[in-house]
């Protein structure tokens, strides 16, 4: 993959951005736009995200992908929605998804909203905690996925025998790079976990490059 990388200032502005980001992804030779996130606070991320074709847009946040995402009818999924599919099937959770509750930590635009509609119609119970929930609930869960960048908030040892953990968070404390779940005691418990670093990231670019090759390949064969 070829790459290029713009430096944007913004004081540009919402309308100088888009434009920008529209004037790129315009090009013949882009197969694929990435804004980088977080975006100034003063920057409304959805005007600019939007300035992406939906057939260009790796991330799927635009409102053209995701709507097409929500209905069922995108060519590639969110990374992190491919995340989850990925170590599933390598653990051979996948199947038995129905027969499961899940609970979602974390409803953000990245990771936890996209995850928790396609786990909707997937899995046999799902429950979305967010700041201010009580994480008592997840004794309950047979697998906790999260994102809420908030280093060892969930205990290993306090959640049920079996349960398998994909852990999304990342966040810095002091010197080290912790996750959201704390696996300094307990972790045998588990079913299964990844962590952090070198868990569910590494994975997550290969979906963001899985996504290009579709989208590219897609594109290619209609032009």
Not at 79 to 94: N, Y
Not at 126 to 131: A, D, P
Not at 165 to 170: A, E, L, P
Request: glycine content about 10%; hydrophobic content about 40%.
């Amino acid at each position: 993959v070829d790459l290029r990388i713009y430096e944007l200032a913004p004081d540009l502005g919402n309308d100088g951005l888009r434009d920008k980001v529209s004037e790129i992804a315009k090009l013949k030779k882009v197969g694929g736009v990435l804004v980088q996130l977080p975006m100034p606070k003063e920057i409304n991320r959805h005007y600019v995200l939007n300035a992406i074709p939906r057939e260009k847009d790796a991330d799927v946040l635009g409102e053209r992908a995701l709507g097409a995402f929500y209905t069922g009818r995108n060519p590639v999924l969110p990374p992190a929605v491919g995340v989850v599919i990925e170590i599933l099937e390598r653990v051979g959770w996948f199947e038995k998804l129905k027969n499961m509750k899940v609970a979602v930590i974390g409803s953000g635009f990245l990771t936890g909203k996209p995850i928790a509609v396609w786990l909707t119609d997937k899995a046999r119970e799902l429950e979305v905690l967010n700041e201010g929930s009580d994480l008592e609930d997840l004794k309950e869960a047979d697998l906790v996925i999260s994102g809420a960048g908030k280093p060892a908030l969930i205990k290993a040892k306090s959640l049920k025998e079996g349960c398998g953990v994909i852990d999304f968070g990342y966040a810095k404390k002091e010197n080290d790079f912790l996750g959201d779940l704390d696996y300094s005691s307990g972790v045998e418990r588990l079913g299964f976990y990844t962590p952090t670093p070198g868990g569910t990231g590494p994975i997550l670019v290969a979906k963001l490059l899985e996504n290009f090759y579709t989208s590219f390949t897609i594109v290619s064969k209609v032009l």
